[in-house]
């Protein structure tokens, strides 16, 4: 064999095992990043929320500052497992490639989605990881976001003071902000009050509120639903009991984004309440 014969496989051997080693470093450095920032993964970071009964609407601490919202009415919802935050950017991007938003930013809240968009997003993420997030249901929502069975009866989700849970029109500074840069909720729950509305799975009408009905889709002229205020509304519309109603025809908006949310298996339920009392002993 000729030297110059030599010298190309020579070449071609140490091009290969560089490329190799190459992939190999860029996969840890990747593998790292996911490791050290989880908000950045695919799957979102859920919190169990265990299930009980609940005044929801306008209760007595808003003393009748409600936006859209004027009575009340008693509710109950099973355990379920709600996101820890709003489906990032970078979460999102992970699983549809394509980043929707006004405001970028791998870390801020995910916006400019509708309802359609959301359903290709989750069950995509569905088929990725085996679970079945969906978005969470009013009453599921209203109930993390008052805290669950730990509620102190808050204005805001985890506060009194507006400026230590909301980011709101008169501290956001024209924008969506980094979620979880604000104090949690009494369940560990980041930015229920503010930053972005929120879709929830129910729809509104009159008779589907009027009779309590918590699985609304099968009325005629039900609109969608948002909750929870944004960065763009006063203070008033991030009170926990706001409620935003969405007209189809309107065009995305940057404040509006989504959470997950995630039923549990009866098996998940009796060992979260198991740790849930030995933290009590």
Same mark, same amino acid.
């Given at each position: ?18 490329? @190799? ?5 860029? @996969? ?21 929320? =265990?299930?009980?009964?609940? %005044?929801?609407?306008? %209760? ?11 009575? %009340? ?34 870390? @801020? ?11 290709? *997003? ?14 969470? %249901? ?15 009866? *808050? ?42 509305? =929120? ?9 589907? *509120? ?49 959470? @997950? ?21």
């Amino acid at each position: 064999m000729s030297n110059k014969k030599k010298m190309r496989k020579l070449t071609i051997k140490i091009l290969f095992s560089a490329t @190799l080693l190459l992939a190999g470093f860029l @996969l840890i450095l990747q593998c790292n990043s996911t490791q050290n920032f989880s908000l950045h993964s695919v799957e979102p970071e859920m919190v169990f929320v =265990e299930g009980g009964t609940f %005044t929801m609407g306008c %209760t007595d601490e808003q003393d009748g500052d409600c936006y859209y919202v004027k009575d %009340t009415r008693e509710a109950t919802v099973s355990s379920f497992n709600i996101g820890k935050y709003p489906v990032t950017q970078a979460q999102w991007k992970a699983v549809m490639g394509k980043n929707p938003s006004k405001f970028k930013g791998d870390n @801020l809240p995910v916006e400019r989605v509708w309802p359609s968009q959301i359903e290709e *997003y989750i069950a995509k993420l569905n088929l990725l990881t085996g679970k079945t997030y969906r978005l969470p %249901t009013e009453y599921e929502w209203e109930y993390a976001a008052r805290g669950g069975n730990k509620s102190k009866g *808050y204005k805001y989700s985890g506060s009194d003071s507006v400026d230590s849970v909301v980011w709101y029109r008169d501290n956001s500074n024209g924008k969506t902000q980094p979620v979880g840069t604000k104090q949690p909720n009494e369940l560990g729950i980041y930015d229920m009050s503010g930053n972005v509305w =929120e879709w929830v799975s129910n729809c509104w009408n009159y008779r589907s *509120y009027a009779d309590n009905n918590q699985d609304s889709s099968f009325f005629e002229n039900c609109w969608d639903l948002c909750r929870g205020g944004s960065w763009s509304f006063y203070d008033i519309a991030t009170r926990i009991p706001s409620r935003e109603v969405v007209l189809k025809h309107r065009s995305p908006s940057s404040d509006i984004g989504f959470r @997950l949310a995630c039923s549990v298996e009866k098996s998940e339920e009796k060992v979260n309440n198991g740790l849930e009392l030995l933290k009590k002993q």
